[in-house]
């Protein structure tokens, strides 16, 4: 497949992409003194537009495309309907600084949709602000640490992680000013109860966890640890990356759990979009109800037979404050307001039982040929290790990269660190049967490959756009920008600003 | 409506290779007496009844659609072409996640490199990121670099009131953890006035350009003098403006965000928008987010590829400094193709037409007797007017009878700017509707 240049490459003077209206109205003299000399934009028809990025999407991989087993990602089916629901008029045309009577349909669906998530994790509340899990996350860990302060607690500064947990947790805990404890997994991939025990005094804030965990199995001593945490004073913490196992199936809320986060674009079937917008509300429990991000959606009217409730905007009490302009990634909201919508309460216990079926289908076709390390009924996902005794020098990225020239998005890779060599594999319910007969049938002829013919593993893939990148020679040179930047200190004296 | 393709026969063939007899026997390690609750939602629809649903509830919001509009503060209704919702619908882009396999995501990673590169362009900074989440959020990200530029030992940070109000209520959520202390912005104050505020314990001064009242401050000086004592200068800048103003670069920014909805993104009652995040590049080793880079693969083509990677928090986990992991890539996306389009002339167009637009309407504002534009500084598409009445009144009145969406009533925010109203104008008002909403003021104040 041919490479795509550069939009500036295919860029001729005087050619514009757009054709805008006259200026209708008297005009004004431009601040002359304030204006800038050059503006580097592209100059191409619409026509190269398109083009361009159409091919450049034809370099692309996505769910729409084909099978993306990318594990802890949920790279589930995007319905079209999401998409068509987030454009509608009255939402994607809607100014977020209207006033609440102009903007009752927007509100009356974001407060559906903290009723439902509220109810589909059996916490209190929600706020839909956080615009990722990663925000969530933090939303959460500060709601924790505001709630120890508030009680004249101050010497908790510690939150405890597994050493199985995704980057974010510990991430999240610095960025909060908190300090991060790292607790061992034992030999069956659950967190090492003793540790915790011993880990747990008065200066702990908290615990976070993912259920099911990153190694995509449900903690066994799941009431255990968060007895050991709550017994110490500490709150629980549970990230919602893996939520697509748990709907209908458990309820965090109710087993302890005091915050969570959902990711709307996993399990909700919000897009990836190639990285964002994600969608990361926060839920609590009475305790913490006082510290959500806000504002948040309320009644602050209540309905009649003839009458609609009035929504309005709450602001929690004592809320850890704002971490978003405006109102949350709305456009998310919509899709997954749809979603729910469209399967209800069955419905989305359908969908975690049958991301978990498929998984379990996936681990019980590959298990002979790669080695699990903690082989046991698993979530929505699993680990297996990328490597064998008798097939040196094959790692898990060579098989993830092999893949890719059998037509498949590779799973993750690397992650979660304690298992070596780790391909996290994640099916989600709307892949078929025939897909993953396909898919494990293609890991078994790579296994054999990895015997016999090493090679075509190392230098796979062969079939992509391009090959293997050079990773270190991006860092080396540093190259994040094709066009020239004046040296700004080289430039004659910039003029006032202050006109004149 | 089921988005599962299972039958019942795959379903019984699948169970039967995993040895169980039921699908809830794959659950036995949740602890039982919690496993499988009720959950009370409404009934399932099918896709036309949820659609006709949705139609009911967006009829019930006053959208552009069907109201001209004269409000900014924060999110901008400007032209969105066609083309940019057209390639964001390919489901090549948008069902695709984070490059993390760079031979099957050379369509983001490129198109990514492409708009850091009009990024830079535009705000004539070095290095640009592949986006945060908001311009609040990267206010917040470039808040974090600047005291990790100066080693945590200097740890306060000069805001000016001109910055968005939200975006100050959400760096101080953000930093809360972190002992770092803000100041300049319990009142209104000029750069020189900041400036006072530095000393030898600040690590930032941020300012907007325009400011949230529109305005165009004075900044000369201001980056030589913050230099000068080792403090960073960061401009929350608005991109359409960039079009024809002199860009952060020049006016001496060490880092420029900003939202970059204005670039192609619908309003959509406030996101997903665009946090831009552009700085020198004596600074892109300590930023966070994603940043896409140019390298050659094995068969020697260009190719691009995530990089500086170690920076962030899957890698460095606990000592990353932000935890941020995706960016707004789809939203990076239109932005690049809105700037793809726009081009050179395209960009300055559409800026001039809305300080010509502005322009006119506070000229003919101005005439109207109880109303006063303030002039003191040069704005771009935004302007304060003091009314006669109440903002909220002459609002409602606006809505009810003239079908006109008007401006933010800033009293909101700045106690002392009671009866202001701060009116933005684009090239989407056409002069129609601005003469429909002078005529309404008129009347409205009689």
Same mark, same amino acid.
């Given at each position: 497949?041919?490479?795509?240049?550069?939009?500036?490459?295919?860029?001729?003077?005087?050619?514009?992409?757009?054709?805008?209206?006259?200026?209708?109205?008297?005009?004004?003299?431009?601040?002359?003194?304030?204006?800038?000399?050059?503006?580097?934009?592209?100059?191409?028809?619409?026509?190269?537009?398109?083009?361009?990025?159409?091919?450049?999407?034809?370099?692309?991989?996505?769910?729409?495309?084909?099978?993306?087993?990318?594990?802890?990602?949920?790279?589930?089916?995007?319905?079209?309907?999401?998409?068509?629901?987030?454009?509608?008029?009255?939402?994607?045309?809607?100014?977020?600084?209207?006033?609440?009577?102009?903007?009752?349909?927007?509100?009356?669906?974001?407060?559906?949709?903290?009723?439902?998530?509220?109810?589909?994790?059996?916490?209190?509340?929600?706020?839909?602000?956080?615009?990722?899990?990663?925000?969530?996350?933090?939303?959460?860990?500060?709601?924790?640490?505001?709630?120890?302060?508030?009680?004249?607690?101050?010497?908790?500064?510690?939150?405890?992680?597994?050493?199985?947990?995704?980057?974010?947790?510990?991430?999240?805990?610095?960025?909060?000013?908190?300090?991060?404890?790292?607790?061992?997994?034992?030999?069956?991939?659950?967190?090492?109860?003793?540790?915790?025990?011993?880990?747990?005094?008065?200066?702990?804030?908290?615990?976070?966890?993912?259920?099911?965990?990153?190694?995509?199995?449900?903690?066994?001593?799941?009431?255990?640890?968060?007895?050991?945490?709550?017994?110490?004073?500490?709150?629980?913490?549970?990230?919602?990356?893996?939520?697509?196992?748990?709907?209908?199936?458990?309820?965090?809320?109710?087993?302890?759990?005091?915050?969570?986060?959902?990711?709307?674009?996993?399990?909700?079937?919000?897009?990836?979009?190639?990285?964002?917008?994600?969608?990361?509300?926060?839920?609590?429990?009475?305790?913490?109800?006082?510290?959500?991000?806000?504002?948040?959606?309320?009644?602050?009217?209540?309905?009649?037979?003839?009458?609609?409730?009035?929504?309005?905007?709450?602001?929690?009490?004592?809320?850890?404050?704002?971490?978003?302009?405006?109102?949350?990634?709305?456009?998310?909201?919509?899709?997954?307001?749809?979603?729910?919508?469209?399967?209800?309460?069955?419905?989305?216990?359908?969908?975690?039982?049958?991301?978990?079926?498929?998984?379990?289908?996936?681990?019980?076709?590959?298990?002979?040929?790669?080695?699990?390390?903690?082989?046991?009924?698993?979530?929505?996902?699993?680990?297996?290790?990328?490597?064998?005794?008798?097939?040196?020098?094959?790692?898990?990225?060579?098989?993830?990269?092999?893949?890719?020239?059998?037509?498949?998005?590779?799973?993750?890779?690397?992650?979660?660190?304690?298992?070596?060599?780790?391909?996290?594999?994640?099916?989600?319910?709307?892949?078929?049967?025939?897909?993953?007969?396909?898919?494990?049938?293609?890991?078994?002829?790579?296994?054999?490959?990895?015997?016999?013919?090493?090679?075509?593993?190392?230098?796979?893939?062969?079939?992509?756009?391009?090959?293997?990148?050079?990773?270190?020679?991006?860092?080396?040179?540093?190259?994040?920008?094709?066009?020239?930047?004046?040296?700004?200190?080289?430039?004659?004296?910039?003029?006032?600003?202050?006109?004149? | 409506?089921?988005?599962?393709?299972?039958?019942?026969?795959?379903?019984?063939?699948?169970?039967? $290779?995993?040895?169980?007899?039921?699908?809830?026997?794959?659950?036995?390690?949740?602890?039982?007496?919690?496993?499988?609750?009720?959950?009370?939602?409404?009934?399932?629809?099918?896709?036309?009844?949820?659609?006709?649903?949705?139609?009911?509830?967006?009829?019930?919001? /006053?959208?552009?659609?069907?109201?001209?509009?004269?409000?900014?503060?924060?999110?901008?209704?400007?032209?969105?072409?066609?083309?940019?919702?057209?390639?964001?619908?390919?489901?090549?882009?948008?069902?695709?996640?984070?490059?993390?396999?760079?031979?099957?995501?050379?369509?983001?990673?490129? /198109?990514?490199?492409?708009?850091?590169?009009?990024?830079?362009?535009?705000?004539?900074?070095?290095?640009?990121?592949?986006?945060?989440?908001?311009?609040?959020?990267?206010?917040?990200? $470039?808040?974090?670099?600047?005291?990790?530029?100066?080693?945590?030992?200097?740890?306060?940070?000069?805001?000016? !009131?001109?910055?968005?109000?939200?975006?100050?209520?959400?760096?101080?959520?953000?930093?809360?953890?972190?002992?770092?202390?803000?100041?300049?912005?319990?009142?209104?104050?000029?750069? $020189?006035?900041?400036?006072?505020?530095?000393?030898?314990?600040?690590?930032?001064?941020?300012?907007?350009?325009?400011?949230?009242?529109?305005?165009? #401050?004075?900044?000369?000086?201001? !980056?030589?003098?913050?230099?000068?004592?080792?403090?960073?200068?960061?401009?929350?800048?608005?991109?359409?403006?960039?079009?024809?103003?002199?860009?952060?670069?020049?006016?001496?920014?060490?880092?420029?965000?900003?939202?970059?909805?204005?670039?192609?993104?619908?309003?959509?009652?406030?996101?997903?928008?665009?946090?831009?995040? !552009?700085?020198?590049?004596?600074?892109?080793?300590?930023?966070?987010?994603?940043?896409?880079?140019?390298?050659?693969?094995?068969?020697?083509?260009?190719?691009?590829?995530?990089?500086?990677?170690?920076? #962030?928090?899957?890698?460095?986990?606990?000592?990353?400094?932000?935890?941020?992991?995706?960016?707004?890539?789809?939203?990076?996306?239109?932005?690049?193709?809105?700037?793809?389009?726009?081009?050179?002339?395209?960009?300055?167009?559409?800026?001039?037409?809305?300080?010509?637009?502005?322009?006119?309407?506070?000229?003919?504002?101005?005439?109207?007797?109880?109303?006063?534009?303030?002039?003191?500084?040069?704005?771009?598409?935004?302007?304060?007017?003091?009314?006669?009445?109440?903002?909220?009144?002459?609002? !409602?009145?606006?809505?009810?009878?003239?079908?006109?969406?008007?401006?933010?009533?800033?009293?909101?925010?700045?106690?002392?700017? $009671?009866?202001?109203?701060?009116?933005?104008?684009?090239?989407?008002?056409?002069?129609?509707?601005?003469?429909?909403?002078?005529?309404?003021?008129? #009347?409205?104040?009689?």
């Amino acid at each position: 497949m041919k490479l795509e240049p550069l939009i500036y490459e295919i860029s001729v003077p005087g050619r514009c992409g757009v054709r805008l209206p006259e200026v209708d109205v008297p005009t004004t003299d431009l601040p002359q003194d304030l204006l800038r000399a050059e503006l580097d934009l592209p100059e191409v028809s619409e026509m190269d537009v398109i083009r361009h990025y159409v091919r450049l999407s034809h370099l692309n991989y996505g769910v729409d495309k084909g099978f993306y087993p990318l594990g802890s990602c949920t790279m589930k089916y995007n319905p079209k309907v999401n998409e068509d629901a987030a454009r509608l008029p009255g939402f994607a045309g809607l100014h977020p600084r209207l006033g609440i009577d102009e903007t009752q349909g927007a509100l009356m669906l974001m407060y559906y949709l903290q009723t439902w998530l509220a109810e589909i994790s059996g916490m209190k509340g929600v706020s839909l602000q956080p615009a990722a899990g990663a925000q969530g996350e933090f939303s959460g860990i500060l709601m924790i640490r505001k709630y120890h302060l508030d009680r004249g607690d101050g010497k908790r500064t510690r939150i405890l992680v597994p050493n199985s947990a995704h980057g974010t947790n510990p991430a999240t805990t610095s960025m909060a000013g908190l300090e991060v404890v790292e607790l061992p997994s034992d030999e069956n991939g659950d967190v090492d109860l003793a540790a915790l025990r011993a880990a747990c005094d008065d200066t702990v804030a908290g615990m976070m966890i993912t259920v099911p965990s990153t190694l995509g199995l449900f903690e066994r001593h799941m009431l255990e640890v968060i007895e050991a945490v709550h017994g110490c004073g500490g709150l629980m913490y549970m990230d919602g990356a893996n939520m697509n196992a748990m709907m209908g199936v458990l309820k965090p809320g109710e087993i302890g759990f005091d915050v969570m986060h959902y990711n709307l674009h996993k399990t909700f079937s919000t897009p990836h979009g190639g990285g964002g917008p994600g969608s990361g509300p926060v839920a609590c429990n009475e305790k913490l109800l006082p510290f959500l991000p806000g504002p948040i959606v309320a009644e602050i009217e209540p309905g009649d037979d003839e009458q609609p409730p009035l929504y309005g905007w709450h602001m929690p009490e004592k809320s850890i404050g704002r971490v978003k302009a405006f109102h949350g990634n709305f456009g998310m909201l919509v899709r997954a307001y749809t979603y729910i919508r469209e399967n209800g309460g069955p419905g989305l216990r359908d969908v975690s039982y049958y991301a978990v079926l498929n998984a379990n289908y996936v681990l019980a076709l590959l298990r002979d040929t790669y080695h699990v390390p903690y082989d046991r009924f698993c979530g929505h996902e699993f680990v297996m290790e990328g490597r064998w005794k008798d097939a040196p020098g094959i790692h898990a990225l060579d098989i993830s990269k092999r893949l890719m020239d059998y037509g498949y998005h590779p799973p993750t890779n690397y992650f979660p660190l304690i298992v070596p060599e780790a391909l996290m594999i994640e099916p989600t319910e709307t892949e078929s049967k025939e897909t993953l007969d396909a898919f494990a049938e293609t890991l078994k002829t790579i296994a054999r490959e990895a015997h016999e013919n090493p090679e075509l593993l190392h230098e796979a893939p062969h079939i992509t756009p391009v090959g293997r990148v050079d990773e270190v020679l991006a860092a080396k040179q540093l190259v994040l920008c094709c066009v020239p930047i004046p040296d700004w200190a080289e430039q004659p004296p910039t003029l006032s600003t202050q006109s004149a | 409506m089921s988005y599962i393709p299972h039958t019942d026969a795959d379903r019984r063939a699948m169970l039967a $290779a995993i040895g169980v007899e039921s699908i809830e026997e794959l659950f036995d390690a949740v602890p039982e007496q919690y496993r499988f609750p009720h959950l009370a939602l409404p009934e399932p629809l099918s896709e036309m009844e949820v659609l006709s649903e949705l139609y009911g509830l967006q009829a019930a919001n /006053a959208s552009v659609q069907d109201f001209s509009l004269f409000l900014g503060a924060g999110a901008y209704h400007h032209f969105i072409p066609s083309a940019i919702n057209h390639i964001l619908l390919r489901g090549e882009f948008y069902t695709a996640y984070t490059p993390y396999q760079p031979e099957v995501s050379q369509g983001t990673l490129q /198109a990514i490199f492409e708009y850091q590169s009009m990024l830079c362009a535009l705000t004539g900074m070095e290095a640009a990121n592949a986006s945060h989440y908001d311009g609040a959020t990267s206010l917040a990200e $470039a808040i974090i670099v600047a005291i990790n530029e100066a080693r945590g030992k200097r740890r306060k940070i000069v805001l000016s !009131a001109g910055i968005n109000p939200q975006y100050r209520e959400v760096v101080r959520t953000y930093l809360q953890g972190q002992d770092v202390t803000f100041v300049g912005d319990d009142r209104v104050r000029t750069p $020189a006035e900041l400036l006072e505020l530095v000393d030898d314990q600040t690590a930032m001064l941020a300012v907007a350009y325009p400011n949230f009242f529109g305005q165009i #401050e004075d900044f000369t000086g201001l !980056a030589d003098s913050l230099h000068s004592q080792k403090v960073l200068l960061t401009l929350v800048a608005d991109p359409i403006m960039l079009g024809l103003f002199k860009s952060p670069g020049e006016l001496g920014a060490d880092m420029a965000v900003g939202e970059g909805q204005p670039l192609g993104i619908p309003l959509s009652f406030g996101g997903p928008y665009l946090g831009y995040f !552009a700085c020198t590049k004596q600074l892109v080793r300590k930023i966070s987010g994603r940043i896409i880079g140019e390298t050659k693969d094995n068969r020697g083509q260009r190719a691009f590829v995530m990089t500086l990677r170690p920076r #962030e928090q899957d890698i460095r986990r606990e000592k990353a400094t932000s935890n941020i992991c995706t960016n707004q890539g789809l939203m990076a996306l239109a932005a690049g193709i809105y700037l793809s389009l726009m081009g050179k002339c395209g960009l300055r167009t559409v800026a001039n037409l809305c300080y010509q637009k502005s322009h006119y309407a506070a000229r003919e504002i101005d005439r109207l007797p109880g109303f006063s534009v303030d002039w003191s500084k040069p704005f771009f598409k935004e302007f304060m007017v003091r009314c006669p009445r109440p903002v909220a009144e002459i609002n !409602a009145r606006l809505l009810e009878d003239y079908g006109i969406i008007g401006g933010y009533d800033l009293a909101q925010d700045y106690p002392d700017r $009671a009866n202001t109203m701060l009116l933005a104008v684009t090239e989407m008002n056409t002069r129609e509707e601005i003469d429909a909403l002078v005529a309404a003021l008129e #009347e409205i104040a009689s």
